[in-house]
Structure formats: structure tokens, C-alpha cells
């Protein structure tokens, strides 16, 4: 992408971000479409196909991004191999780190996710999700604005200074009530681990149950310092 394409997304997105502030779910799915082609992914963590499954209502062979860390439960990769059946059209980008786990272990030390977690997550996540991200103009996600104090001012549709492409996020104003009456209404599929209490779910080993009325990512890295992966914020 030269600079005068990443220039011209840009003010894409600021202009969007104006006109879609109030957009609902639909409006914003369908300017992605229409605006973007095929050059947009849906991201997903495999907790559930909400997202996924209203993306295909507006691109039935949406590209859907997964990020491979090699720590997942087998329940998320179930869960990935589950929405390929479901929604035999979409296309699953599996997202790999450089090295796999025991090659990270020989490199960093072992289980670089309890001495170094940020130092992890950029290896397995980060670095994976923006050489998978340099190939599209936008990318839409499931950020929402109850998700953690981090989240509250989640936009709908801004420019992604970090990764250099445009985000969405469609049901950033979604409540928690609104986000299960989707899930239940329409039949959703659903990582089994959420029924078991892991309301957050990333990789086994920085991933706990929640307490009752607990902030649902306070299970993850819980007992550390950290409460992002360095994705989204």
C-alpha cells in the first residue's frame, strides 16, 4: 500500500466515523461491503459466531481471521472447525506465529507467557494479525464498549494507526442483554468453555473462569498486570 492509498483510507475512516457514529449494527456491516469488497476480514476469537455470522448476511464468503497461537483450548479450535461446517462459504485465515511453541521455548526461555506475557503475545498474536492485516483496507471486530473500561469509547468505524487499515466495529454499542438475546434468538454457535464460566477467552494458559459479576476479561492474565494483548489497544 503506498502512502497516498493508506493516506486516502485514513480520511475514509475519519469521514465515517463522523457519518456511522449512530449506524446500528446493519448500516455499518453493509458500508463495510459495499465500501470494501473483498478486501476486509472478520476477526474472531472463536467464542462465539455472532460476529461471523452477521458479517455473512452482507459477504456469505467473508474471510474470517484466526490467530493460531498454538496455546488455544481444544474447545476454541472445535469451535474454529465447527464454523467451517456451519458456514461452509466463509473462509478461515489461520493466522500462524513464526515459531511454534517449542521453538519459542528454545528462543525465549520456556513458557514465555508467564515470565514475559506482553513479550508473548506480541510473537503469537501481534506480529501474526498485522502481516495477516497488510493484505485488506479494513477489518471489523467484536470489540464492545461493556467489554472493560478500556473499551468504553469504542468507535464504530476509526483508522487503525497501529495496524494502517481501517477498523469496524459493528456491536460496539451492544449491551450484554442485547449481545445474548442475538446469541439465543438466532441459534448461535458458542465455545462450550463460555457455559463452563470462562467468559474471555484467549489462550489456556493466561485464561481463567470468571467470578459471578465479575468484569468478564478479568479472566484473563489474571494475578498480572496486563489486561489487553495489544490488539486492540
Known amino acids: ?32 461491503a459495499e465500501t470494501f469488497g473483498d478486501s476486509w476480514i472478520v476477526a474472531s476469537n472463536m467464542q462465539d459466531a455472532v460476529l461471523i455470522d452477521l458479517a455473512v448476511q452482507v459477504k456469505p464468503d467473508v474471510d474470517v481471521l484466526f490467530l493460531e497461537t498454538g496455546y488455544h483450548f481444544a474447545e476454541t479450535i472445535g469451535t474454529r472447525d465447527a464454523v467451517s461446517t456451519v458456514y461452509p462459504n466463509v473462509s478461515i485465515v489461520n493466522a500462524l506465529p513464526d515459531q511454534t511453541v517449542a521453538e519459542q521455548d528454545a528462543a525465549e526461555g520456556k513458557d514465555l507467557f508467564a515470565s514475559r506475557p ?18 485488506y ?33 459493528p456491536i460496539a454499542p451492544w449491551t450484554d442483554e442485547e449481545f445474548d438475546r442475538y446469541l439465543v434468538e438466532h441459534g ?46
Open 1 to 32: 500500500m503506498t502512502a497516498s492509498d493508506t493516506a486516502e483510507l485514513k480520511e475514509l475512516a475519519e469521514r465515517a466515523g463522523r457519518e456511522l457514529a449512530d449506524a446500528n449494527t446493519q448500516e455499518a456491516l453493509a458500508w463495510t
Open 118 to 135: 506482553d513479550r508473548c503475545c506480541h510473537l503469537r498474536k501481534v506480529i501474526p494479525l498485522q502481516r495477516t492485516l497488510a493484505k
Open 188 to 233: 448461535i454457535l458458542q465455545n462450550p468453555l463460555v457455559s463452563e464460566g470462562y467468559l474471555s477467552i484467549g489462550c489456556a494458559p493466561c485464561t481463567a473462569k470468571v467470578a459471578p459479576g465479575a468484569d468478564p476479561r478479568s479472566g484473563r492474565w489474571a494475578g498480572q498486570n496486563k489486561t489487553e494483548c495489544g490488539l486492540h489497544a
Open 137 to 169: 483496507d479494513a477489518w471489523v471486530t467484536g470489540v464492545r464498549r461493556v467489554d472493560a473500561p478500556t473499551r468504553a469509547n469504542t468507535p464504530i468505524v476509526s483508522w487503525d494507526d497501529r495496524n494502517g487499515l481501517v477498523k469496524i466495529n
